[in-house]
C-alpha cells in the first residue's frame, strides 16, 4: 500500500487559544505537536488483540482472559504513571525540583476533569454499576455450571448408551 512506510499518524491536535484582537477576546485554533510514546505493556496487548483469532475461531474464556490481561496492563501502566506524576509534584512541593508551571497547570486541568466522587449521584451511580457487575459475574457463574452439568449429563447419556447396546448384542 502508498502508506505502508509512513509512520505518522494522519491525526492533528488542535489546542484553544484566547487572542486579542483588537479589544475584544478571541477565540482560535493553533495547531499543536505531540508525540506518542509507548511502553512494553501496550505493545504486548497490541500484539495479543493482533493476534486473536476471528470470532467464532477461538473460545470465549482465551479472548476474555486476553482482553482482561490487556486491561490488567493498561491499569498497571496508568498506575505507574500516577505515581510518577504524584512523585514530580511532591519533589516540586519539597523544593527539590523547580516548579514547572505548565505541568502544574496541566495536572489542575486534569483534575478538574476527574468526576466528584462525593456527590449523591456518582455514589448511586456507583453501586448501580457495582451490582450489575456482580449480576454479570453470577450469571457467568451459573451458565458455567450449567455448562458443565450439561457436558456431565452428555458424557453419562454417552457411558450408558454403549453399555446397552453391548447388553442386548450378546
Given amino acids: 500500500s502508498a502508506g505502508a512506510g509512513v509512520r505518522e499518524l494522519p491525526v492533528q491536535l488542535f489546542e484553544s487559544e484566547v487572542h486579542m484582537v483588537g479589544d475584544q477576546p478571541t ?9 506518542l510514546e509507548t511502553e512494553e505493556a501496550e505493545r504486548v496487548s497490541v500484539d495479543q488483540v493482533s493476534h486473536l483469532l476471528p470470532a467464532g475461531a477461538s473460545s470465549a474464556s482465551s479472548a476474555m482472559s486476553s482482553h482482561m490481561g490487556s486491561v490488567h496492563s493498561a491499569v498497571k501502566m496508568l498506575q505507574q504513571r500516577i505515581n510518577y506524576i504524584l512523585l514530580v509534584l511532591k519533589a516540586m ?3 527539590k525540583v523547580p516548579k514547572d508551571h505548565k505541568l502544574l ?14 456527590t449523591q449521584d456518582f455514589k448511586q451511580e456507583f453501586v448501580q454499576m457495582y451490582n450489575d457487575a456482580l449480576l454479570v459475574t453470577y450469571l457467568a457463574t451459573m451458565t458455567k455450571g ?4 450439561n457436558e456431565l449429563v452428555d458424557k453419562y447419556n454417552t457411558a450408558f448408551e454403549r453399555q446397552s447396546r453391548r447388553r442386548g448384542l450378546f
Avoid at 27 to 35: G, I, N, Q, V
Wanted: net charge positive.
Fill in 27 to 35: 477565540l482560535t485554533f493553533a495547531k499543536s505537536t505531540y508525540h
Fill in 93 to 95: 512541593q519539597e523544593g
Fill in 105 to 118: 497547570r496541566q495536572c489542575a486541568s486534569l483534575c478538574q476533569r476527574l468526576p466528584a466522587i462525593e
Fill in 146 to 149: 450449567t455448562n458443565s452439568i
